[in-house]
C-alpha cells in the first residue's frame, strides 16, 4: 500500500484542488472491439452509440469460473439441455456460494443483443423452473432495452438467483461500521435491522447499546453485533417481521452480520481490535452531511485502507441539510477519495441500477468506492443502501472456502463471558477448518506458554442453535465448567493434531504511517495482529538507526508479558499515542513444543471438560 495514506493517520491531508475529474457514475472497463464500457452501455439504457451495428454496446467476456452466466435465450429447451442448463446453474451457485447472477439476451462473448417481448418471457419461464430444480428462486433486478441494428425494441435481463435457505447455511458477509463520533452509525443500524425509521432522537439506536453509560451518553464504547437478513426472493427480513434472530436465520439465505464500532477517539483500540479480530469483508464508513469529514473519520479511513478492507461511504443525515451542503460534503469526499494515498473511484448511488451498478463491480474492482446519501430519519434513499447489501457478492469463491475448511480446526477467542446454567462462553471466528458440536480443542497460549484441552459442549451462531461451525464463519462455543480465569482475548482454540507456533519475539516489515519525531530502538507500541492486542518493544531496525514517517524497514518486536500465536504474512497493525504504523509478520523465533509445555499441558492433570 502507497505509503502516503500515511496523510490520513496524520491529519494532514490536503484536498486536491478539482480532484482527477468527475466521481465514477456506472463506469466500467473497456469493451472488447471498440465497444463501449460494460455497466456505461447498461446505464444508457443498453443503446450503442448511434444505434448502429458497427458499434454494439458489450459486456466483459463470460468468465469461465465465478457466478455471473451469459445466456441468449432460453425458449422451450429439450430434456437433454434441459438438465445441462441445471447443472449449470449448480455450479454457478456453487462459485457464488448460494447466488449466481444471470444476463438474459447476452452473448457469451459479452455482446447485448437482446430479445423480444415474447422471447424473454419464455427464458424467464424457463429460468425460473431451472431455478425450482435446484431449490432457488429468481428476482428480476433490471431489464434494459438495446434497439441497434433493429426495428423492433429488444430487451436484455438481469436475474438474481438465490438459493432458498436449508439447515442454516446462509450466505454470510460481515459488515464493520466505522466513522466519526455521532455520525449516526448505530441509529442506522438500528432502522436497517429494527425496520422502523428514527424519531431523530436516536430512539433507533437503544436496542443496539450494551451498557448503561452508553445509553446515558449515546456513545458506542464496545463492539456490538447487529443482523440484516436476506430471503431467497430479495425481500428484506429483520426484526420488524421476526420476533427472535433465530427466526431471521431461518428465513434468510443472505445475513448481513454488521459490526458496530466505536467512533470516539478514546475507543480507538476496540475499534482497531474489531477491524483486525472480526476479519469484515467490507466497512461502510459513515459521515454525517452537516459536519463533513471531521474527528476520526479520516483515521478510520486510513484504517480501512491500512487493513486493505474494501469500504463504501454512507453520507448520513441529509434531512438537517440543504442540497448545498449534502453535495459539498461529497466534493469533499470524493477529493480525498482521488488523492494519491487512496487512488480510488467514488461512485454516487441515485437510483436502484445504480445501486446494481455499484453492488457488482465494488466486488470486482477494489478501487470503486459506492457513496450513498440518506436519512435514517425521512428514510430518504435507504432502499438503495438495501439493494446494494442485497446483491453484494462474497469476496471468497467457493474453492477457496473448500480449502480453508480442509485445514486443521482454529478458532480465534475474541470474547469471553460466563453464562448462568451453561458455564463458560468463547466467542470469535473460526479461521480454518470445522467445529462440531461435542470436539475436543487445546487452547492457548497461557502466560506461561501453554495449550490446555477443552470440549465444545454447544455452538451458538447469529444467537441460534448450530451443530457444525465452517471456516469463515463467526459463532460463540460454550465450554461448560472450564475455568474462565485460564482464558484471555487472543488465545486460539486449535486441533490437537497441530503444532501450534508460539512465540515472543518476531520480525515485520514495516511502513512508518505517521510519528512526530523518529522512531528507535526501545520505542513501545500496542501491536494489533489478528485478535492479538499486546505491546510490544523494538529490539531491533534493521539497517537503520531511526525511522520516519513514511519510511520502510525490518524490525524486530518482544512482546513484553506473554508469548502470543502467530503466523508468517499475518498483517500487523501498531499504534502509540499518534504514532501509527503497519505491515506484515515476516519472522518467528518460535518457542518449541518442549518449551511451551503442550505435552505437559495434555496431560490427565490438565484435562478441562
Same mark, same amino acid.
Given at each position: =500500500?502507497?505509503? +502516503?495514506?500515511? /496523510?490520513?493517520? %496524520? ?5 486536491? &484542488?478539482?480532484?482527477?475529474? $468527475?466521481? @465514477? ?63 449449470? =446453474?449448480?455450479? +454457478?451457485?456453487? /462459485?457464488?456460494? %448460494? ?5 438474459? &439476451?447476452?452473448?457469451?462473448? $459479452?455482446? @447485448? ?497
Amino acid at each position: =500500500m502507497d505509503s +502516503r495514506v500515511s /496523510e490520513l493517520f %496524520g491529519g494532514c491531508c490536503r484536498p486536491a &484542488g478539482g480532484g482527477a475529474g $468527475g466521481a @465514477l457514475r456506472g463506469r466500467g472497463g473497456a469493451a472488447p472491439g471498440g465497444g463501449g464500457g460494460g455497466s456505461k452501455a447498461k446505464k444508457k439504457n443498453g443503446r450503442s452509440r448511434g444505434g448502429k451495428a458497427s458499434n454494439p454496446p458489450y459486456l466483459p467476456p463470460e468468465a469461465e469460473d465465478g457466478n455471473i452466466e451469459y445466456k441468449l435465450k432460453l425458449v422451450n429447451p429439450s430434456q437433454y439441455r434441459f438438465e445441462h442448463l441445471v447443472t449449470q =446453474m449448480k455450479w +454457478r451457485l456453487q /462459485e457464488g456460494r %448460494g447466488e449466481a447472477v444471470y444476463q438474459i &439476451g447476452v452473448e457469451d462473448n $459479452g455482446l @447485448l443483443v437482446g430479445l423480444s417481448e415474447e422471447e424473454m418471457r419464455a427464458s424467464l419461464k424457463t429460468l425460473r423452473r431451472m431455478a425450482e430444480k435446484v431449490g432457488a428462486d429468481i428476482t428480476v433486478l433490471r431489464e434494459r432495452e438495446v434497439d441497434y441494428d433493429s426495428d423492433v425494441p429488444r430487451k436484455i435481463t438481469e436475474v438474481l438467483v438465490r438459493k432458498v435457505p436449508d439447515n442454516q447455511q446462509f450466505l454470510d458477509l460481515r459488515v464493520a461500521v466505522l466513522g466519526n463520533v455521532d455520525s449516526g452509525k448505530s441509529t442506522l443500524l438500528g432502522v436497517l435491522t429494527q425496520g422502523e425509521l428514527d424519531n431523530g432522537r436516536g430512539r433507533a439506536r437503544l436496542n443496539l447499546f450494551r451498557h448503561l453509560h452508553e445509553i446515558q451518553s449515546g456513545r458506542t464504547s464496545s463492539i456490538s453485533f447487529e443482523i440484516l437478513g436476506f430471503n431467497s426472493k430479495g425481500e428484506v427480513v429483520n426484526y420488524s417481521d421476526s420476533r427472535t434472530a433465530e427466526e431471521i436465520c431461518e428465513s434468510s439465505s443472505k445475513m448481513i452480520t454488521f459490526i458496530d464500532l466505536a467512533g470516539h477517539h478514546k475507543y480507538l483500540k476496540t475499534t482497531i481490535f474489531g477491524l483486525t479480530s472480526y476479519c469484515p469483508d467490507f466497512a461502510m464508513l459513515v459521515v454525517s452531511a452537516n459536519t463533513g469529514i471531521a474527528g476520526t473519520t479520516r483515521e478510520h479511513l486510513g484504517l480501512a485502507m491500512a487493513l486493505k478492507v474494501p469500504f463504501f461511504i454512507v453520507i448520513s443525515k441529509v434531512d438537517l441539510c440543504s442540497k448545498a451542503t449534502v453535495e459539498r460534503t461529497v466534493k469533499q469526499l470524493e477529493r480525498i477519495l482521488k488523492q494519491p494515498g487512496c487512488n480510488k473511484l467514488p461512485l454516487l448511488v441515485n437510483s436502484d441500477d445504480d445501486a446494481v451498478t455499484a453492488a457488482q463491480q465494488f466486488a470486482q474492482s477494489p478501487n470503486i468506492t459506492p457513496i450513498f446519501t440518506l436519512s435514517s430519519v425521512s428514510g430518504e434513499n435507504l432502499d438503495l443502501l438495501k439493494v446494494f447489501l442485497n446483491i453484494l457478492p462474497p469476496l471468497t469463491n467457493s474453492k477457496e472456502q473448500e480449502e480453508l475448511m480442509q485445514q486443521l480446526t482454529e478458532f480465534q477467542v475474541d470474547e469471553i463471558y460466563t453464562v448462568p446454567e451453561v458455564g463458560t462462553v468463547v466467542g470469535g471466528t473460526l479461521s480454518s477448518g470445522i467445529c462440531r458440536e461435542g470436539e475436543n480443542l487445546v487452547v492457548g497460549p497461557t502466560d506461561d506458554g501453554k495449550f490446555l484441552r477443552l470440549k465444545v459442549c454447544s455452538i451458538q451462531r447469529n444467537r441460534s442453535a448450530c451443530r457444525v461451525l465452517r471456516a469463515g464463519q463467526a459463532a460463540t462455543l460454550a465450554l461448560g465448567p472450564f475455568d474462565r480465569s485460564l482464558l484471555r482475548k487472543g488465545m486460539v482454540m486449535v486441533s490437537p493434531e497441530m503444532n501450534p507456533t508460539i512465540c515472543s519475539v518476531f520480525e515485520a516489515e514495516i511502513v512508518l504511517l505517521f510519528h512526530a519525531t523518529t522512531f528507535r530502538k526501545g520505542f513501545q507500541v500496542t501491536v494489533h495482529v489478528g485478535n492479538v492486542r499486546q505491546t510490544a518493544i523494538v529490539e531491533k531496525i534493521h539497517g537503520k538507526d531511526k525511522l520516519r514517517t513514511g519510511e520502510k524497514a525490518v524490525v524486530r518486536f518482544r512482546f513484553i508479558k506473554h508469548p502470543e500465536y502467530l503466523k508468517i504474512g499475518a498483517k500487523l497493525l501498531f499504534r502509540e499515542g499518534v504514532t501509527k504504523g503497519i505491515g506484515h509478520v515476516t519472522d518467528l523465533q518460535a518457542i518449541t513444543t518442549k518449551e511451551n509445555g503442550l505435552e505437559e499441558s495434555l496431560g490427565p492433570g490438565q484435562l478441562s471438560f
